[in-house]
Nanobody, 126 residues
């Protein structure tokens, strides 16, 4: 399965962006999807995840209440709606897929997924 994230850009603090993750080469409903990000000079961190059915989601505390993950398996698409963006949200965002659910949301969350797409850069200015 291949994944391609898109939708990044430059926004001001408080604004919104919606990232998209296109899933190809596999059956979307076979995979849970995670969103991850990596800021300059920092380690990759988990942001949100969604089960293959879309019925269960999980958010890191840093984005809870501001970000929403959703999916449409018929369209092979997953989205990350990001509201009330902050400068500390600046990072390259990646979507990733794995058949296993749920991830271990501890220290191994960032190594959970087998399939990774190229990232999309989100820059939030203050």
């Amino acid at each position: 399965v291949q994944l391609q994230a898109s939708g990044g850009g430059l926004v001001q603090a408080g604004e919104s962006l919606r990232l998209s993750c296109a899933i190809t080469g596999g059956t979307a409903d076979a995979y849970a999807i995670g969103w991850f990000r990596q800021a300059p000079g920092k380690e990759r961190e988990g942001v949100a995840s969604i089960a293959s059915t879309g019925r269960t989601t999980y958010y890191d505390d840093s984005v809870e209440g501001r970000f929403t993950v959703s999916r449409d398996n018929a369209k092979n698409m997953v989205w990350l709606q990001m509201n009330s963006l902050r400068p500390e949200d600046t990072a390259v965002y990646y979507c990733a897929a794995d058949a296993a659910w749920p991830p271990d949301y501890g220290s191994s969350w960032t190594s959970w997924a087998d399939y990774w797409g190229q990232g999309t850069l989100v820059t939030v200015s203050s």
